[in-house]
């Protein structure tokens, strides 16, 4: 029997079991490479998955609060603005004017905060709509303070123009008065004056003929006659005598139809005339006028008071008196 020697590794059978373990050990590193790998995405795509949570999570905290301080400027400026228009008539005309404006910008800033998804772009626009209306609202503040300055400008010179008004005015009545005043000086100065009266009553005879009488039955008419003072103030011209004729019985002679009338004196009160005549008064002479009253009824036993006046003015009387007549009358 022969014998012969091999090597340990070429050994019958052991050749085999190498080549296993040796495709074993691979797939299991293999297998331990993808488990590994899979544990890392695994993990990788949790921590991006966090990170992006986190992300969107600061994303919306960050939009949130973008919105939660443009809703405060917003509602600041709405405020400003309410308190412009209640604090002068002026400015609230004025934003009247920019009403609609107004109301377009916060119309679409409120959209955008409103909006749930709204994106970054669009809370810029937004920022930028609410600066736009915090100038503009900058830009009618200063209007509206110019206004005022204008308006305290013009109420100043308003008080200083009615100041001298009212002093100009004041002089004015002053002055007005002291010439009232003066007129009325001479107004009074210029009413005329009459003296040396002369009444007597008149019987009318045939041809023309006039006889005086004192009898009370037989006068057919009264002739007064009295001066005219001179006067140096009164104007030349046309003046009013005013015969006023009271009878016997107190009560005044009045014939309408003769031209008989009313006339107001110089404190207001209505006096009946007997007759009215015009006189062509020259400035500074003596003046001698003549009147003669006739009238239907025959004239009364007693005093007639004759009184003249002019200007309002009584300016002179005289008084005549009639008796009864005799047995032959």
């Not at 190498?18 to 990788?44: D, F, Q, S």
């Not at 100065?189 to 009370?216: D, M």
Request: aromatic share 6%; charged share 30%; with cysteine.
């Amino acid at each position: 029997m022969s014998y012969e020697n091999f090597p340990e590794s070429d050994k019958p059978g052991e050749k085999t079991v190498v080549v296993k373990n040796n495709n074993r050990n691979v797939l299991t590193g293999i297998l331990i490479v993808a488990l590994l790998a899979t544990w890392g995405y695994i993990i990788y795509d949790k921590n991006k998955t966090k990170q992006e949570k986190q992300d969107l999570t600061t994303q919306i905290v960050n939009s949130d609060s973008s919105k939660n301080e443009l809703q405060r400027e917003l509602n600041d400026a709405a405020l400003r603005l309410d308190v412009l228009k209640t604090s002068n008539v002026k400015a609230d005309s004025l934003l009247k004017t920019k009403d609609k404006d107004i109301e377009e910008l916060r119309s679409k800033v409120q959209k955008i905060i409103n909006d749930k998804n709204a994106t970054a772009a669009q809370l810029a626009e937004a920022r930028r709509l609410v600066a736009e209306l915090k100038g503009n609202i900058e830009t009618y503040t200063a209007q509206i303070e110019e206004l005022k300055t204008q308006n305290t400008q013009l109420t100043q010179e308003k008080q200083q123009v009615t100041q001298e008004r009212d002093i100009a005015n004041k002089n004015y009545d002053s002055a007005s008065q002291v010439i009232k005043q003066k007129e009325n000086v001479i107004d009074i100065g210029s009413t005329l004056h009459a003296s040396n009266f002369n009444i007597v009553g008149l019987k009318e005879k045939s041809g023309g003929k006039e006889k005086v009488t004192t009898t009370a039955k037989r006068v057919d008419k009264l002739r007064i006659s009295f001066d005219i003072d001179e006067n140096r103030i009164t104007q030349s011209g046309m003046k009013d005598i005013y015969v006023c004729i009271t009878s016997p019985d107190g009560n005044p002679v009045v014939v309408d139809a003769l031209g008989s009338g009313k006339f107001v004196t110089r404190d207001g009160t209505e006096k009946p005339f007997t007759k009215k005549v015009q006189i062509n008064y020259v400035q500074g002479q003596k003046q001698p006028v003549t009147v003669e009253w006739t009238q239907n009824s025959n004239f009364q036993t007693g005093n007639y008071k004759i009184e003249i006046y002019n200007n309002g003015f009584k300016i002179g009387e005289g008084v005549r008196a009639f008796k009864k007549g005799g047995l032959f009358g």
